[in-house]
């Protein structure tokens, strides 16, 4: 089946620095998008990228979908401590309904 | 404006009985997908319902799994016998149509412990 590659496992980071990670695929997605989720809850979306090389902004993230259609990347911007939590990238490949999730990004945050 | 309602958050079973979970997606959306969560490991999917229909069920384990969407009422996904590797955590979303491009909206989940 399809398997989305994200990295890093887990980052422990300054409160104040930027953030980035990465997803790649050896297939091809229609569309990628970003979640979030705190401990003991459902994933949130934080990004939705439609297009190949779109990049969009939500406040201090910051998201990239590949040229090739196969990677995407997610930055955040002057991390806080609510910025803890699990990412998750995940694919919709063309005329899917179901996604296909990284194993997700662990982020901690030292104030 | 509730979102994705699931129930419950937790649930133990013993080995070999009945797990019955629940979700009750956003009003007015018709279209609910199944996942699960292993512990450290990604959501994966398990079976996508249309009201009364089952569309895609492609991730569902082949036995003991099943899961409906009555015309009234919650979703259910059924376990039967459940054993110790479907401790997991279940994730219910939502959509107004059949598209998830928008990345539709998730339940808070519920937490499966067969002990």
């Known amino acids: 089946g399809q398997q989305l590659n994200q990295s890093p496992q887990s980052m422990f980071i300054q409160e104040g620095e930027d953030v980035s990670m990465n997803c790649t695929s050896s297939s091809i997605f229609n569309t990628w998008l970003w979640y979030k989720q705190d401990p003991g809850e459902g994933p949130v979306l934080l990004i939705a990228l439609y297009k190949a090389g779109e990049l969009t902004s939500n406040g201090r993230l910051t998201a990239q979908f590949g040229i090739t259609r196969k990677d995407s990347f997610l930055n955040i911007s002057a991390s806080i401590p609510s910025d803890v939590g699990i990412y998750f990238c995940a694919g919709l490949m063309e005329y899917g309904n179901k996604l296909v999730f990284g194993a997700g990004t662990i982020l901690r945050v030292k104030s | 404006n509730a979102g994705v309602m699931q129930n419950p958050r937790h649930l133990v079973r013993r080995r070999g009985q009945e797990a019955r979970l629940r979700c009750s997606p956003v009003k007015g959306h018709s279209h609910v997908y199944w996942y699960r969560q292993l512990p450290e490991e990604g959501l994966k999917f398990m079976v996508y319902?249309?009201?009364?229909?089952?569309?895609?069920e492609s991730g569902m384990p082949k036995e003991r799994f099943s899961a409906e969407f009555p015309k009234e009422g919650p979703s259910i996904l059924r376990i039967q016998q459940v054993v110790r590797g479907d401790s997991a955590a279940y994730f219910c979303?939502?959509?107004?149509?059949?598209?998830?491009?928008?990345?539709?909206?998730f339940g808070s989940g519920t937490r499966l412990t067969v002990v």
């Open positions: 979303a939502s959509s107004p149509l059949g598209q998830a491009d928008y990345g539709y909206t």
């Open positions: 319902l249309q009201k009364e229909n089952i569309i895609d």
